[in-house]
């Protein structure tokens, strides 16, 4: 299950990344603590055909949030759908979030950090059933 | 023909046109006696006015005698508006097309401070601070030019009273198909506009709150969450525990800063008397915050010079001063540019205007444009690659908002942020403009 995951925090990077070493999938994962170049991997990726099956997307990151990061994933909306489950994966508990994330087409769920291990299985099972 | 004085039989002459509606005389039959009459006396005010009418002639008219006992009796159109004028709490003005004053109420006179002889035939301009004048001269040019009353809000100072919100009605007057001027009322809403103001203020202040506990605080709690976890699944004693156990002590200081900045701000909305203007010491307030951060300016291997002019005070309380530049001091520290050895200037400088503070750094500064004004709002971090709750300027600028200042933000990528604070001078706590 190859994953990118997008947080400006490291602590969630480390958290995430224990978390998948533990379910041996430490290697599938990609990190970025730079929306920025989140973004631009996954566009080079999409001309590629190499989207990863996983996005977790931070919301609340400098100079580029995760909201403005899924208004640039729009434009490889058909690349991504289907293909690609995007998951928000936020500390925020605003109910305002977690509706506006329910109403973006591309957006597959929303998990509130901390990540565990039931989640990451979660995640990997619905991964293999698409 | 209604009668002028209470409790008091008055005569007069009834419209022949009017009594002859009613039956007999409508006939034209002689009546005596008592004759009910509704008459419309005021837009929304009907009276009921007992009459008793007799015929007599005068001049070889035929006219009727009335003898009217009215249970309110009406005053004279002249004695009510004059009534009106002198007692009214709010401004009356009475104005001519060119906006000169032929009349005030003494509600207008005791604002400005002048008798009426000495503000007849001035230009009520005259008492308006300039950049309110245009707009009241339009708003009569309209008047006149319409017809129509005309109503609009203004915010300004009458001759040398302190400036106040008024919603004004400008009326015009015909006489004979004749204009001949523009009454003017102007109802103060200041307390309304202040408690609109903080009901605003505080709807936005919980607004705030709510973002704070839904992202900043919930954030370092999550990793602290998320640690625990690791923790309790992993290995004692490996690096990954080791790692666990380090960020766990990281994110609980974290968490426990957010609750003081919290603390902060609750404690100020609820305690006023907290925000009492007192006049402190710049210099001394900020050289205590320099000392306070010394070791993390050691850290930084950065320098921190600090120029402000001995005996410059600044209307605010101690504790809010010490969190303006703690906050500032810490941001300029924290987002350094690694490349160079930091350096943090700050100045204080006086002007006509106010005080201007500025707090200077050559860290790593931020993308102006997409800062924006948003900067010093909760949630706003423009720094990748650091660690922020985005609570820290919020505070600043709501500490210098509530002093009755405001603040500007100036950044270049690579070379560093400029953080000015204006503090008008007479500024005061709790401010509400």
């Known amino acids: 299950m190859r994953t990118v995951l997008i947080d400006d925090d490291a602590l969630g990077i480390f958290l995430a990344t224990r978390l998948f070493q533990r379910a041996g999938l430490g290697e599938e994962l990609t990190t970025f603590v730079s929306p920025v170049e989140a973004v631009a991997f996954l566009q080079q990726q999409a001309r590629d055909g190499t989207l990863p099956d996983v996005i977790l997307l931070d919301l609340n990151m400098p100079m580029m949030s995760g909201w403005e990061v899924l208004a640039a994933l729009q434009p490889l909306a058909r690349h991504l759908q289907g293909h690609c489950a995007i998951y928000i994966l936020t500390s925020s508990l605003a109910p305002a979030d977690l509706n506006r994330a329910q109403e973006c087409p591309l957006v597959t769920g929303v998990l509130h950090k901390p990540l565990d291990q039931a989640e990451v299985q979660a995640i990997r099972a619905r991964a293999r059933d698409r | 023909m209604l009668g002028t004085s209470p409790n008091k039989s008055t005569s007069g002459v009834l419209s022949s046109s009017r009594c002859l509606r009613h039956g007999r005389l409508a006939r034209g039959q002689p009546f005596v006696g008592p004759l009910q009459y509704r ?19 005068i001049g070889g008219i035929t006219a009727i005698y009335c003898t009217m006992k009215a249970p309110f009796p009406l005053a004279t159109s002249r004695i009510r508006f004059q009534s009106l004028l002198e007692n009214s709490p709010e401004l009356i003005l009475y104005q001519n097309a060119e906006g000169i004053m032929l009349d005030a109420n003494p509600a207008f006179l005791t604002l400005v401070q002048q008798t009426r002889q000495q503000v007849r035939y001035w230009s009520y301009y005259d008492f308006l601070p300039l950049q309110v004048r245009t707009l009241c001269w339009e708003k009569l040019r309209e008047t006149l030019a319409t017809g129509h009353s005309v109503r609009f ?19 015009l007057l015909v006489d004979h198909g004749w204009v001949v001027g523009v009454h003017m009322l102007a109802r103060d809403r200041s307390e309304k506009v202040k408690s609109q103001a903080a009901l605003f203020r505080q709807n936005r202040d919980l607004q705030q709150i709510s973002c704070i506990v839904s992202h900043n605080l919930r954030a370092p ?12 699944i992993g290995k004692s004693g490996s690096w990954s525990f080791q790692q666990a156990h380090t960020h766990l002590q990281a994110s609980l200081p974290q968490l426990d800063q957010v609750l003081h900045d919290l603390n902060t701000i609750l404690a100020s909305r609820d305690q006023p008397g907290r925000a009492a203007p007192e006049a402190v010491p710049l210099a001394d307030g900020v050289r205590q915050v320099v000392e306070d951060l010394h070791e ?3 850290q930084a291997g950065g320098t921190v010079e600090v120029y402000i002019p001995a005996g410059l005070r600044v209307p605010t309380n101690p504790a809010y001063l010490y969190s303006i530049f703690f906050h500032l001091l810490s941001h300029a520290l924290k987002y350094r540019a690694d490349e160079r050895p930091r350096q943090v200037l700050i100045t204080a400088s006086r002007n006509p205007a106010g005080k201007t503070i500025v707090v200077a750094d050559n860290g790593s500064g931020f993308e102006q444009e997409r800062a924006g004004t948003s900067i010093f709002q909760l949630d706003q971090r423009f720094h990748p690659h650091h660690a922020g709750r985005g609570v820290g300027l919020y505070l600043v600028n709501t500490h210098v908002e509530r002093i009755g200042g405001h603040m500007e933000a ?17 500024s005061h706590a709790n401010r509400t403009h």
């Not at chain 2, 998320?226 to 923790?231: D, E, H, T």
């Open chain 2, 39 to 57: 008459a419309r006396v005021f837009p929304y005010v009907f009276l009921r006015a007992l009459l008793c009418a007799r015929y007599g002639t």
């Open chain 2, 153 to 171: 809000d203004l915010f300004a100072s009458q001759g040398s009273s302190a400036p106040r919100h008024g919603d004004v009605l400008k009326v």
């Open chain 2, 221 to 232: 709690l999550a990793n602290a969450l998320g640690m625990v976890n690791l923790l309790r």
């Open chain 2, 296 to 298: 993390l300016v050691v």
């Open chain 2, 410 to 426: 100036y950044s270049w990528v690579g070379e560093g942020a400029r953080f000015l604070i204006f503090l008008p001078s007479g």
